[in-house]
């Protein structure tokens, strides 16, 4: 893990376009795994703009479904898990912390991946966008 593949970034729109667009000028990478449905909104539009298609140019997966999903044409890429399996290890961690002591115990949750249509075969290479 480093600064490329789990880069830090302001969590603003500007700051989103800005991380985007240094991903994509020095190594551009071919799948992209994102968080928040309105950041996969926004990289989706990010790359129309670019003229990168998806899933031909770049994949795209969610780290989970989102309601707002269902509204998409096409599947989304995404992790399939059991919520119900987090909430006891929130508790816990949460009366840990409550008592002053630290909490960093790691819980794996196991996951599915839905391959969806957003995500297509490994490319050698994506375009490089233009300096600005």
């Not at 240094?22 to 989706?44: G, K």
């Not at 140019?57 to 509204?71: D, K």
């Not at 399996?85 to 929130?90: E, F, L, Y």
Request: aromatic share 10%; glycine share 6%.
């Amino acid at each position: 893990m480093g600064d490329y593949n789990l880069p830090d970034w302001e969590e603003t729109p500007k700051g989103l376009r800005r991380l985007l667009n240094s991903l994509f000028r020095v190594t551009p990478p071919t799948a992209l795994i994102i968080d928040e449905p309105n950041l996969f909104i926004a990289t989706q539009q990010f790359l129309a703009e670019q003229g990168l298609q998806v899933p031909q140019q770049v994949s795209l997966v969610s780290t989970e479904i989102y309601p707002q999903f269902s509204w998409c044409m096409t599947e989304i890429s995404h992790y399939r898990w059991d919520y119900s399996r987090v909430i006891p290890r929130i508790i816990r961690w949460a009366a840990t912390v409550s008592r002053g002591r630290q909490d960093v115990k790691q819980t794996f949750v196991p996951a599915e991946f839905v391959s969806g249509g957003t995500i297509g075969p490994a490319r050698r290479s994506v375009p490089k966008l233009e300096q600005d």
